[in-house]
């Protein structure tokens, strides 16, 4: 499993396994439909238009933008390095590195989210994702990360903590785990 910036050659298995998730969240893949307070227009996807390669390369464009500062976002966002788990033409999740924590964040989100399609999971991909992203993370200039997950998420728990996380709290029904990346 490799993880790598997102690329148009992966649209048909990425819509693919946004329909696996058929509604479910996605930590790690942010969101692409309208942006609820309505001050961030053009990056509102439908998935009508992420079925047209220009459409598709719209959005990957942007989830490349995302990570530069000066990027328009909307209020309280902040730079996002998207990237994809991948494993030959196959896309088989998401992870997103948040560049820094806002309240919102240091709470709940932490600074790495990210998801496996139902379909490929309980293969470690996730675990290896977040042990590729570590690495990357200290590039960006964090010392440590902030990885969350839910009370009742086992798989994600034991993913994080393979990869050195240490627990601090749960607020409101997220463990909140720390790991030194070493930058």
């Known amino acids: 499993m490799l993880l790598m910036p997102p690329h148009v050659r ?66 309280a966002f902040v730079p996002c390095t998207y990237l994809w788990m991948v494993e030959g033409d196959e896309y088989v999740g998401s992870l997103s590195i948040r560049h820094r924590l806002t309240d919102f964040l240091l709470n709940y989100g932490g600074h790495i989210g990210y998801s496996v399609r139902p379909s490929r999971r309980l293969r470690g991909h996730a675990k290896a994702a977040l042990a590729q992203a570590i690495p990357r993370a200290a590039e960006l200039g964090i010392g ?16 994080i903590e393979a990869n050195g996380g240490v627990y601090e709290d749960s607020r409101e029904g997220k463990r909140r785990y720390w790991i030194e990346t070493n930058a």
């Open 10 to 75: 992966f649209q048909r298995s990425y819509l693919d396994a946004v329909d696996e998730f058929d509604g479910q969240h996605r930590d790690g893949d942010g969101e692409w439909g309208a942006h609820p307070d309505g001050r961030y227009p053009g990056v509102e996807f439908t998935r009508a238009e992420l079925e047209t390669a220009e459409g598709f390369q719209r959005f990957v464009d942007w989830r490349l933008a995302d990570r530069l500062e000066d990027t328009p976002r909307p209020a």
């Open 144 to 159: 440590r990360v902030l990885v969350t997950c839910d009370e009742d998420n086992d798989g994600s728990r034991r993913t």
